[in-house]
Antibody, heavy 118, light 107 residues
């Protein structure tokens, strides 16, 4: 059974870069689409973007100028970088798998809270 | 982008009763809609995809219906473990978007 686990700093300073990693266990990262989704406190989910195992990406236009998603097939993990963060980027960040580019997400990681504060 | 609106925001239901949750899309998403269950500190769980197909190991008390812009998630007889937040997700158009969620609480 595939499991996903997010990791990274829980506190990031304003204007700095948020960096998170999603480790995939119980299955290969190959042949799937790997997504990042976030949820600000008290708000709904927001799709950030995906990376295909081959390296192709697609980002939400609202975040595109600040987002980079990369994959490391040897380590079976993928990563998120979000630059120039502000308090509005405070959220629980989830990683999730998709069978193709435009389908449901299953499974998800349990999420990691990242707070942007000085 | 397609805006997904869920109602009600909170639904108070007694155990054993039926719960009906709504999700409306600002434009047609065909049947490209999923429902997820969220509990604090846990990974969101896929319940329904393709608007009406139950995901693996999801109990039959969960059912989804609708197409186009109007969708419904029905929980036929609420169990204690079903009290959670439920969220819809359209994957018909970019960017992918989610509803704001409906919290199902114990009455």
């Amino acid at each position: 059974q595939v499991q996903l686990q997010e990791s990274g700093p829980g506190l990031v300073k304003p204007s700095e870069t948020l960096s998170l990693t999603c480790s995939v266990s119980g299955g290969s990262i190959s042949s799937f689409y790997w997504n990042w989704v976030r949820q600000p406190p008290g708000k709904g989910l927001e799709w950030i973007g995906y990376i295909f195992y081959s390296g192709s990406t697609n980002y939400n236009p609202s975040l595109k100028s600040r987002v980079t998603i990369s994959v490391d097939t040897f380590k079976n993990q993928f990563s998120l970088k979000l630059s120039s963060v502000t308090a509005a980027d405070t959220a629980v960040y989830y990683c999730a798998r998709a069978r193709s580019a435009m389908v449901d997400f299953d499974p998800w990681g349990q999420g990691i809270l990242v707070t942007v504060s000085s | 982008e397609i805006v997904m609106t869920q109602s009600p925001a909170t639904l108070s239901v007694s155990p054993g009763e039926r719960a009906t949750l709504s999700c409306r899309a600002s434009q047609s998403v065909s049947s490209n809609l999923a429902w997820y269950q969220q509990k604090p500190g846990q990974a969101p769980r896929l319940l329904i995809y393709g608007a009406s197909t139950r995901a693996t190991d999801i109990p039959a008390r969960f059912s989804g219906s609708g197409s186009g812009t109007e969708f419904t998630l029905t929980i036929s007889s609420l169990q204690s473990e079903d009290f959670a937040v439920y969220c819809c997700h359209q994957y018909n158009d970019w960017p992918l978007t989610f509803g704001g969620g409906t919290k199902v609480e114990i009455k």
